[in-house]
């Protein structure tokens, strides 16, 4: 029940009810329910998680990308644990900055090898209030 649109697919992937476009999504991939991934590149991972891992939104964050997560513009690497209900988004082009758990650059949001994104992060640039 997933929706894929000008999407390279490596070997190896679990995508479970998805919509993924314009994205490369690299080998071993873990995506789980209602994860919406636009313009991203997804490296996957150097092996799977160990039988038994909370695939849910316990406590364990498994090896991919968490139940209704919303992944655009960016740079996933390898081995990175994406918890459920993660929002990431593109900043302006030119946009350089350095956070806990991720950096952008030139607008690009990039998380690093083996990173862990806790449930609920949101990394967006912060819209102007009234």
Do not use: W
Request: some cysteine; overall charge negative; aromatic content about 4%.
């Amino acid at each position: 029940n997933s929706t894929l649109e000008d999407v390279l697919l490596s070997e190896g992937c679990c995508i479970t009810n998805a919509e993924i476009r314009n994205s490369v999504v690299g080998l071993r991939s873990q995506i789980h329910s209602g994860v919406k991934i636009i313009d991203t590149i997804v490296m996957g991972a150097d092996y799977y998680d160990q039988p038994g891992v909370d695939l849910g939104c316990g406590d364990v964050i498994p090896i991919g990308i968490g139940s209704d997560s919303h992944i655009e513009g960016a740079i996933i690497d390898k081995n990175a644990r994406i918890g459920c209900n993660v929002v990431i988004r593109p900043f302006p082009r030119g946009t350089e900055l350095d956070g806990d758990n991720y950096v952008v650059r030139d607008g690009i949001v990039v998380i690093a090898k083996g990173t862990i994104l806790p449930h609920g992060t949101h990394i967006e640039p912060e819209t102007s209030g009234s």
